[in-house]
């Protein structure tokens, strides 16, 4: 079955440093979404990447879909408090089974 | 509040009861999904629907586990004889095939579910 990965497990960054989460999929996909879920709380949507080679920017956020459309990245530039939180991908290839990375936990240290 | 709500937050039951928990989704979206979440691990898709159409089904999901949407709106998913391995948050999410915010999940608080 479609399996969706995510490294590093948890990263630790000091506040201004730069973090960066990759996924990846033993299966093409169609699209690839990413969420963000504080502690305690539900994912919340932050962008969807369609196209092979997408690049998309949300403010200090960066998101990549890689060109063979099985991989993806997340980069936050100059992390803040505020960054804190478990990022997951999450994969669809053939319709709309959504297959949810197993996470990176970001906490960033002030 | 116009966001996804579920009922109950919390359940509490006994081994071999039956459960049912209700989602009701942002009301013009037409997708409706369950995921189920355990402490560390990201979202496991249960189930989806397309207005009550019930579309896709996880194979790793015990038919003990049976979800409705009967008018397209709410949904209900119910877990028949209840094991210890069913404890979990057990998310709803919504989403519109049209629009600015086609294909975005709207996920809902959670009910959280504890098998004793």
């Known amino acids: 079955g479609q399996q969706v990965m995510q490294i590093p497990q948890y990263q630790h960054v000091q506040e201004g440093e730069d973090f960066t989460t990759y996924c990846n999929s033993s299966?093409?996909?169609?699209?690839i979404q990413w969420y963000k879920q504080r502690p305690g709380g539900h994912p919340v949507f932050l962008i969807q990447l369609v196209k092979s080679g997408e690049v998309k920017k949300q403010k200090r956020l960066t998101f990549q879909f890689g060109e063979a459309k099985k991989n993806s990245s997340l980069h936050i530039t100059a992390t803040q408090t505020t960054d804190v939180g478990t990022y997951f991908c999450?994969?669809?290839?053939?319709?709309?089974?959504?297959?949810f990375g197993t996470g990176t936990s970001l906490t960033v240290i002030p | 509040d116009t966001g996804v709500s579920q009922n109950p937050r919390h359940k509490i039951t006994k081994r071999g009861q039956n459960v049912t928990f209700r989602c009701d989704p942002i009301s013009e979206h037409n997708r409706l999904y369950w995921y189920r979440q355990t402490l560390g691990q990201g979202p496991e898709f249960l189930t989806y629907?397309?207005?009550?159409?019930?579309?896709?089904k996880s194979r790793l999901l015990s038919d003990r586990f049976s979800a409705e949407r009967p008018k397209g709106s709410f949904s209900t998913l119910e877990i028949q004889r209840t094991e210890q391995g069913d404890s979990a948050m057990y998310l709803c999410?919504?989403?519109?095939?049209?629009?600015?915010?086609?294909?975005?999940?709207?996920f809902g608080p959670g009910t959280r579910l504890t098998v004793l």
């Open positions: 629907f397309q207005n009550e159409a019930q579309l896709e």
């Open positions: 299966t093409t996909l169609s699209n």
């Open positions: 999410a919504s989403s519109s095939t049209s629009g600015s915010t086609y294909n975005e999940q709207f």
């Open positions: 999450a994969g669809a290839s053939t319709g709309n089974q959504f297959y």
